[in-house]
């Protein structure tokens, strides 16, 4: 029987996986979305958790643990990876273009692009090393120069979602405050440049303005990866087989909190990524 934990998805007659990954359950909003576009493709989820938050690292440590994480799925014979996470892509995607077999696309210009299309005055949330890198604020003007970008960290929201405590009402006294700033800059447009940060909807939501435009960068990176999937011959007709969820930290932490968002309890393997040569200075 299969159980969801030999590797379903590198037999032989299944069409190759996409793989992607996040330091936990954000990456999930992402899923969310490749469920929705991309029916048919079957998933490789990776989810960092003994390594979260990913936004309190430095650029050499997120470059490594991307290498290491694309080295181990590469291995796993992957046909794309989407970056289900912000902070990988705004420090590690340039760097590693090129250097794996397959497609990599990150969420930074996809949501650029999009948030650019719908807003003048873009308020932008995202983890503190996605902030300091200001790679929203490049990719949007880049764009569109005319745009103005305000970039707000809010690093008490990763551990609020991944211990579950999105209900509490200290998170909405947390997150009122870390939109202060956005409003008193009177933003028309959110960019939720964290993929955990798509769970606090509702929770942001009642805060702001009832106008204010959401992009979910989410949205336009997969639509970009069909694209490229069919420019590629590559998009599968065949049912996809169930997701692959695998995680580096406690699988029954992972299991009992993605339940939540899947409607489902996912079988999760602990597994333990390669050692790469070249360590970062940590
Ligand atoms: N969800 C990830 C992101 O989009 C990482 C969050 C974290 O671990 O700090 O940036």
Same mark, same amino acid.
């Given at each position: &029987?299969?159980?969801?934990?030999?590797?379903?998805?590198?037999?032989?007659?299944?069409?190759?996986?996409i793989g992607i990954f996040d330091s936990g359950v954000g990456g999930l909003t992402v899923l969310r979305e490749i469920y929705r576009q991309l029916p048919n493709e079957s998933v490789l989820y990776f989810?960092?958790?003994?390594?979260?938050?990913?936004?309190?690292?430095?650029?050499?440590?997120?470059?490594?643990?991307?290498?290491?994480?694309?080295?181990? &799925?590469?291995?796993?014979?992957?046909? @794309?990876? @989407? @970056?289900?996470?912000?902070?990988?892509?705004?420090?590690?995607?340039?760097?590693?273009?090129?250097?794996?077999?397959?497609?990599? $696309?990150?969420?930074?210009?996809?949501?650029?692009?999009?948030? =650019?299309?719908?807003?003048?005055?873009?308020?932008?949330?995202?983890?503190?090393?996605?902030?300091?890198?200001?790679?929203?604020?490049? =990719?949007i003007q880049e764009i569109d120069s005319t745009c103005q970008v305000w970039e707000v960290g809010c690093p008490k929201f990763v551990p609020i979602v991944e211990q579950n405590r999105l209900r509490d009402?200290?998170?909405?006294?947390?997150?009122?405050?870390?939109?202060?700033?956005? &409003?008193?800059?009177?933003?028309?447009?959110?960019?939720?440049?964290?993929?955990?940060?798509?769970?606090?909807?509702?929770?942001?939501?009642?805060?702001?303005?009832?106008? @204010?435009?959401?992009?979910?960068?989410?949205?336009?990176?997969?639509?970009?990866?069909?694209?490229?999937?069919?420019?590629?011959?590559?998009?599968?007709? $065949?049912?996809?087989?169930?997701?692959?969820?695998?995680?580096?930290?406690?699988?029954?932490?992972?299991?009992?909190?993605?339940?939540?968002?899947?409607?489902?309890?996912? =079988?999760?393997?602990?597994?333990?990524?390669?050692?790469?040569?070249?360590?970062?200075?940590?």
């Amino acid at each position: &029987m299969n159980n969801g934990l030999n590797h379903p998805l590198s037999t032989s007659k299944q069409p190759a996986p996409i793989g992607i990954f996040d330091s936990g359950v954000g990456g999930l909003t992402v899923l969310r979305e490749i469920y929705r576009q991309l029916p048919n493709e079957s998933v490789l989820y990776f989810g960092d958790t003994a390594r979260l938050p990913y936004g309190a690292r430095s650029p050499e440590e997120i470059l490594y643990f991307v290498r290491q994480i694309l080295t181990w &799925m590469a291995d796993r014979g992957v046909k @794309m990876v @989407m @970056m289900a996470c912000n902070t990988s892509s705004a420090l590690a995607l340039d760097q590693i273009q090129g250097d794996f077999p397959f497609p990599v $696309l990150g969420l930074i210009r996809p949501g650029a692009q999009a948030a =650019a299309l719908r807003g003048k005055r873009i308020g932008v949330i995202a983890t503190q090393a996605t902030v300091a890198s200001r790679a929203y604020t490049c =990719a949007i003007q880049e764009i569109d120069s005319t745009c103005q970008v305000w970039e707000v960290g809010c690093p008490k929201f990763v551990p609020i979602v991944e211990q579950n405590r999105l209900r509490d009402s200290s998170t909405k006294v947390t997150a009122a405050t870390y939109l202060q700033p956005l &409003m008193a800059a009177e933003i028309d447009t959110l960019v939720y440049g964290c993929t955990h940060y798509p769970h606090l909807k509702s929770v942001l939501q009642a805060i702001l303005p009832n106008a @204010m435009q959401y992009i979910d960068p989410a949205i336009s990176m997969v639509a970009a990866g069909a694209q490229e999937l069919d420019a590629l011959g590559l998009r599968s007709s $065949l049912p996809a087989q169930a997701t692959e969820f695998c995680v580096s930290g406690s699988a029954i932490e992972f299991a009992n909190l993605a339940v939540r968002w899947l409607g489902h309890r996912p =079988a999760v393997n602990q597994i333990y990524l390669p050692e790469l040569a070249v360590r970062p200075k940590l």
